[in-house]
Nanobody
Framework: VQLVESGGGLVQAGGSLRLSCAAS????????MAWFPQAPGQEREFVAG???????YYADSVKGRFTISRDNVKNLVYLQMLTLKSEDTADYYC???????????????WGQGTQVTVSS
């Protein structure tokens, strides 16, 4: 199983980015997917998750700014991030789980992360 994130980069506060996660080696359409940013010195923290049926869940800190979506044909999951803030700076990890979305880190597979830096 491989999860490969892309789309990170440097952006000014107020800007936007779209992260992508390409999944392979698993029955993607039956997995819940999620995004977890990890800032330096901090633990990974759930920000968005999507079920196989495309029901979505968000942390309060990103509601209205971030949107998670998936393409079960291309085996991709996206995180559209708008109105970025300096506190959104982190390495963003994609995760896959057989079962329901959870805000814990109890996921079966993880990507290697993509770095997002928001300058103020």
């Amino acid at each position: 199983v491989q999860l490969v994130e892309s789309g990170g980069g440097l952006v000014q506060a107020g800007g936007s980015l779209r992260l992508s996660c390409a999944a392979s080696g698993l029955s993607f359409s039956s997995y819940a997917m999620a995004w977890f940013p990890q800032a330096p010195g901090q633990e990974r923290e759930f920000v968005a998750g999507i079920t196989w049926r495309a029901n979505t869940y968000y942390a309060d800190s990103v509601k209205g700014r971030f949107t998670i979506s998936r393409d079960n044909v291309k085996n991709l999951v996206y995180l559209q991030m708008l109105t970025l803030k300096s506190e959104d700076t982190a390495d963003y990890y994609c995760a896959a789980r057989s079962g329901v979305v959870t805000s814990t880190t109890n996921y079966d597979y993880w990507g290697q992360g993509t770095q997002v830096t928001v300058s103020s």
